[in-house]
């Protein structure tokens, strides 16, 4: 079973302040996503990568950035956090951009 | 544009009563299908999907699925609801492009009552 793993489970940042979500995968995917649910919206995509050290833009890039600096990890960047991104935010990984195993989620509030 | 419609946002059904959740895609070609299942409180899981093929899919926990390239549907269904399936249930397209990420539809919330 593919595990992927996040940190931390749930955070409550200030408007203005710096956000990092983590995701670890231990099944040497290529493909790491990072989505966001809201509630009416189903899940989005936010940011995605097939290899280290590159990203690409998904649907609802404004406001982060990701950074893949291994195979196995896969960080979301809020620079400024906003209430806006008031949301669970949920990583998945694939080996062939097949089947994706998605993490237990991040809840963020953001005050 | 690709999109996933799922027309029910939520659904009651009585504990061994069947269930039929609808699925409804916009895609250019002949698409891969998935649904998946969020139980309370924990990620998406995988359920099924379907790939170029047999219409008919077989998926865990005694759910299956129908693709149908005419009505541009992929339904879920299940004969016999059991309370541990209350859940929200997504149904999601592949794109070929942009890393083969995943469209959501926005969700059915399942209820199942005694």
């Known amino acids: 079973e593919a595990a992927v793993t996040q940190s931390p489970r749930s955070k409550v940042a200030v408007t203005g302040g710096k956000v990092t979500l983590s995701c670890h995968q231990t099944n040497n995917h290529d493909y790491m996503y990072w989505y966001r649910q809201d509630t009416g919206h189903g899940l989005r995509l936010i940011h995605y990568?097939?290899?280290?050290?590159?990203?690409e833009k998904g649907d609802i890039p404004d406001g982060y950035k990701a950074s893949r600096p291994s195979q196995e990890n896969f960080s979301l960047i809020l620079e400024l956090a906003s209430l806006s991104q008031t949301a669970v935010y949920f990583c998945a990984s694939s080996d062939t951009g097949d089947t994706q195993y998605f993490g237990p989620g991040t809840r963020l509030l953001v005050l | 544009a690709q999109s996933v419609t799922q027309p029910d946002a939520r659904v009651t059904v009585s504990e061994g009563a069947s269930l039929q959740l609808r699925c409804k895609y916009s895609?250019?070609?002949?698409?891969?299908l998935f649904w998946y299942v969020q139980y309370p409180r924990q990620g998406l899981q995988l359920l099924l999907k379907?790939?170029?093929?047999?219409?008919v899919v077989q998926g865990v926990n005694g759910f299956e699925a129908e693709f149908s390239k005419s009505n541009s549907s992929f339904h879920l269904r299940k004969a016999s609801v059991h309370w541990s399936d209350w859940a929200v249930y997504f149904c999601a397209v592949s794109l070929y492009q942009g890393g083969r990420a995943l469209i959501f539809g926005t969700g059915t919330t399942v209820s199942v009552s005694p």
């Open positions: 895609y250019f070609g002949t698409p891969y």
């Open positions: 990568s097939y290899v280290a050290d590159s990203t």
């Open positions: 379907y790939y170029p093929g047999d219409p």
